[in-house]
């Protein structure tokens, strides 16, 4: 079956820091992948969508200089956290599309706490 | 532009009485919709989906979801929730051609005994 991997599944940085995280799909081609962000007692937010060999569309008040991601194949995805600060303290969820484009596959998610 | 409204931040049943959610959507088009469940300190688990056809869909765990076009709602429900429904459900569409999720705010459900 298709499933979606995320590591780490929690982290403690300190403020300024940065964290990377990573998504890995297995079973299946993930095209495209969305990262998304859930802060404390909130909903998710899209942060960018990624789609192998074409350029990474960001949504409003997220940025490439914030959150830089790598998307290098079909399997794999990592985003950056740059400069971490409380604002950015959340639940990091990657969601894969498979080719066919109808089905998102959400992995259990990055943890990011800072200090 | 698209957006999903989930009007009720809490809601609050008994174990064993029905339930239903509600879900509001804005989008000019047919959207994709979907009902996911977040238990705590856990990722989101897909509960069902609607793309087209019957307006009334089955998902997991006896919950189903009916899409209303002329409401632009897809409220979810159930017959009789058990207290491990306790959870936080959220309601999001896609776009066909363009399948990223836009969440709504989420509704907490507590299942009391």
């Known amino acids: 079956g298709a499933l979606v991997y995320q590591y780490p599944r929690r982290t403690i940085c300190k403020s300024g820091t940065s964290m990377r995280m990573e998504c890995q799909a297995v079973g299946f081609q993930a095209t495209s992948v969305a990262w998304y962000r859930q802060s404390p007692q909130k909903t998710f937010e899209l942060i960018a969508l990624?789609?192998?060999?074409?350029?990474?569309?960001?949504e409003q008040n997220f940025t490439q200089e914030k959150f830089p991601i790598s998307h290098p194949n079909l399997s794999f995805s990592s985003m950056t956290v740059l400069n971490a600060y409380l604002e950015d303290r959340g639940l990091y969820l990657c969601?894969?599309?498979?080719?066919?484009?109808?089905?998102?596959?959400f992995g259990e998610g990055s943890r990011l706490i800072v200090v | 532009a698209q957006s999903v409204t989930q009007p009720d931040a809490r809601v609050t049943v008994s174990e064993g009485a029905s339930l239903q959610l509600r879900c509001k959507y804005s989008y000019s088009g047919t959207p994709y919709l979907f009902w996911y469940v977040q238990y705590p300190r856990q990722g989101l688990q897909l509960l069902l989906k609607?793309?087209?056809?019957?307006?009334v869909v089955q998902g997991v765990n006896g919950f189903e979801a009916e899409f209303s076009k002329s409401n632009s709602s897809f409220h979810l429900r159930k017959a009789s929730v058990h207290w491990s429904d306790s959870a936080v459900y959220f309601c999001a569409l896609s776009m066909p051609n363009y399948n990223v999720l836009y969440f709504g705010s989420g509704t907490k459900l507590t299942v009391e005994p």
């Open positions: 990624s789609t192998v060999n074409s350029a990474i569309k960001y």
């Open positions: 609607y793309y087209s056809g019957d307006p």
């Open positions: 969601g894969a599309i498979d080719s066919s484009g109808n089905t998102l596959y």
